[in-house]
């Protein structure tokens, strides 16, 4: 009689568990579940490829141009993060961009080191304590990997301009519907 008490109070256990998992609404799509399906692509360097120095602060330093597609229905607006993770100090910050609107498909080559842009969109600080774009500029020795990243967000963030990584990240929790990547090296001679 114990063993079939405890055997029943496991399957109902398992079907409280069950229930609980499987309720609408009490579920938010972690950052591994987000799919990746935004195409991000430049016409300035391929996926993997090394950044033409144009685009880096031994060049011009202006922004490489991105294009996207397939962002998904029910997008309010895109996000962009570039960084480069194999920094000295730490992940590296070279590019905040936040409330693109979602009609918007790509970004030109040079976009202005402004707060707002003409279409509404605002830039963040990156690490170098500018507003806008900062080009690769690693320390001699091996390259480094820079992502350039794109969310499609449920929702317009309302962020002030000037936000950090950070604040961005913060903001976007919870309304990510999908994301892209695109991931380019530099290294300097």
């Known amino acids: 009689m114990r063993k079939s008490a405890a055997l029943l109070l496991y399957y109902v256990t ?26 991000l692509t430049s016409p300035a360097f391929a996926e993997g490829a090394p950044i033409p120095a144009k685009y880096t602060c031994d060049g011009q330093d202006i922004s490489p141009p991105l294009k996207w597609r397939d962002v998904p229905p029910g997008t309010k607006s895109l996000a962009l993060i570039c960084d480069d993770p194999d920094a000295p100090m730490g992940t590296w910050v070279h590019w905040v961009l936040y409330d693109i ?3 918007v498909t790509e970004l030109p080559e040079g976009v202005p080191a402004t707060e707002v ?18 080009g690769p500029c690693p320390p001699r ?19 002030e301009p000037g936000a950090t990584k950070k604040e ?21 001679k």
């Open 14 to 39: 398992l079907a409280l568990l069950a229930a609980a998992c499987s309720r609408s609404g009490e579920r938010t799509t972690s950052k591994e579940e987000v799919a990746m399906t935004i195409q």
């Open 101 to 103: 609107p979602p009609t």
């Open 117 to 134: 842009l003409p279409n509404g969109a605002k830039q963040g600080v990156n690490d170098f304590r500018r507003i806008g774009y900062g």
């Open 141 to 159: 020795g091996g390259p480094h990997r820079y992502f350039f990243k794109l969310y499609a967000l449920d929702a317009e963030l309302g962020l």
């Open 168 to 188: 961005l990240v913060r903001a976007m929790e919870g309304h990510i519907l999908a994301e892209g990547r695109l991931m380019g090296t530099y290294k300097r």
